[in-house]
């Protein structure tokens, strides 16, 4: 039996078939949900419908440290957010680490506070490969986005966190 109401908790579907996805987007408050297709391309319509996060098959030939996680459009907000991210931090500097933790603190915060998921993996992947982070430094970011995410409220002030949200989403929109 599928329940109508998710409880506002996450719901993992393995090996669904195209008849169950469609009864599982039909639960209201779930807060997110991950499906484990038993072959990958067999669910591809419904990753292309819901703008879903694919993350990379993982072979022998593959390492975690070579996957590159592709952002999809459901996530062009996050998207923004890292390439402003790389603005404004400046790794060849001294004393980067200090820079990018304060940003992350600012950017993963307005995040949270406006509802927009994110995955701290993916955003460590992405930082890696499709910016060119250095290891160390995204793992960083991506450990600030984790504690941001599981509730860690650190001390700051902003101000007109709208306007970034909205400016974030306009950047990604030009493109």
Do not use: C
């Amino acid at each position: 039996m599928i329940p109508e109401n998710g409880k506002r908790r996450p719901l993992l579907a393995i090996h669904p078939n195209r008849k169950l996805l469609y009864k599982l987007d039909n639960i209201s408050n779930i807060t997110q949900m991950t499906v484990a297709p038993f072959i990958g391309k067999e669910l591809e319509y419904w990753v292309k419908l819901h703008n879903a996060i694919q993350l990379p098959e993982n072979d022998n030939n593959t390492s975690d440290e070579d996957a590159s996680i592709q952002l999809t459009n459901h996530n062009g907000v996050v998207i923004s957010v890292l390439e402003d991210l790389n603005r404004k931090v400046d790794l060849t500097q001294n004393l980067w680490e200090n820079k990018v933790k304060f940003e992350s603190i600012a950017l993963f915060s307005i995040l949270n506070d406006n509802g927009v998921n994110y995955d701290p993996r993916t955003v460590k992947e992405y930082l890696k490969s499709n910016l060119g982070w250095n290891p160390l430094a995204a793992d960083q970011a991506s450990k600030v986005a984790e504690q941001i995410r599981s509730g860690n409220r650190y001390k700051q002030y902003r101000e007109d966190v709208d306007k970034y949200v909205s400016y974030w989403a306009d950047e990604f929109s030009k493109k």
